[in-house]
T-cell receptor, first 114, second 114 residues
Framework: AQKVTQAQTEISVVEKEDVTLDCVYE???????LFWYKQPPSGELVFLIR??????QNEISGRYSWNFQKSTSSFNFTITASQVVDSAVYFC???????????FGTGTRLTVIP | DAGVIQSPRHEVTEMGQEVTLRCKPI?????LFWYRQTMMRGLELLIY????????DSGMPEDRFSAKMPNASFSTLKIQPSEPRDSAVYFC????????????FGEGSRLTVL
């Protein structure tokens, strides 16, 4: 069975602060992919990143960075110098290799206060 | 470029009525997914099509739900008869190639069944 836990339901930060969104997963599959999606107020989910279970290298993309640690089954997402436009619900998701489904966490609502 | 287009964006109907939700995937994408989002259950996969063929419909709640993809540019999700517990946001997503490599979501159809 697959399970993704995002323990932080809601987070509020003041603009320019750094914020980390936690994601912990459970799977018995030896190979899998991890994802982060952003759901802004407009409603659609926007793909942010995909990470292969074999690749534990951290990833940085502009103000976004991701820390994948297989030892703790975590795939955390950090936004540096947060901006109001970062306000959204962020979902972590897992898909076993070859599967046709994304198993989503319950999401973390991030509010960035100007 | 046009993204995934869903209609209607909002639907309010009475219990027992038939509801049809529509989706136009991104041109050239050959995988299409229908997801449902509720507060209680989060994001759940309903059905997955690849090259217009239903591959996995294990998430379809019951016989009241049906989905079709008559061609590569159109899909429908039908609920007949609708019930209040069907109230949710229904998302269509498409991807290039098979599986969940990178999903592009529509803005969703918010269904309210009274």
């Amino acid at each position: 069975a697959q399970k993704v836990t995002q323990a932080q339901t809601e987070i509020s930060v003041v603009e320019k602060e750094d914020v980390t969104l936690d994601c912990v997963y459970e799977t018995r599959d030896t190979t899998y992919y991890l994802f982060w999606y952003k759901q802004p107020p407009s409603g659609e989910l926007v793909f942010l990143i995909r990470r292969n279970s074999f690749d534990e290298q951290n990833e940085i993309s502009g103000r976004y960075s991701w820390n994948f640690q297989k030892s703790t089954s975590s795939f955390n997402f950090t936004i540096t110098a947060s901006q109001v436009v970062d306000s959204a619900v962020y979902f972590c998701a897992l898909s076993p290799t070859g599967a046709n489904n994304l198993f989503f966490g319950t999401g973390t609502r991030l509010t960035v206060i100007p | 470029d046009a993204g995934v287009i869903q209609s209607p964006r909002h639907e309010v109907t009475e219990m027992g009525q038939e509801v049809t939700l529509r989706c136009k995937p991104i041109s050239g994408h050959n995988s299409l997914f229908w997801y449902r989002q509720t507060m209680m259950r989060g994001l759940e996969l309903l059905i997955y099509f690849n090259n217009n063929v239903p591959i996995d419909d294990s998430g379809m709640p019951e016989d009241r739900f049906s989905a079709k993809m008559p061609n590569a540019s159109f899909s429908t999700l039908k609920i007949q008869p609708s019930e209040p517990r069907d109230s949710a946001v229904y998302f269509c997503a498409s991807s290039l190639g098979a599986g969940v490599w990178e999903l592009f979501f529509g803005e969703g159809s918010r269904l309210t069944v009274l």
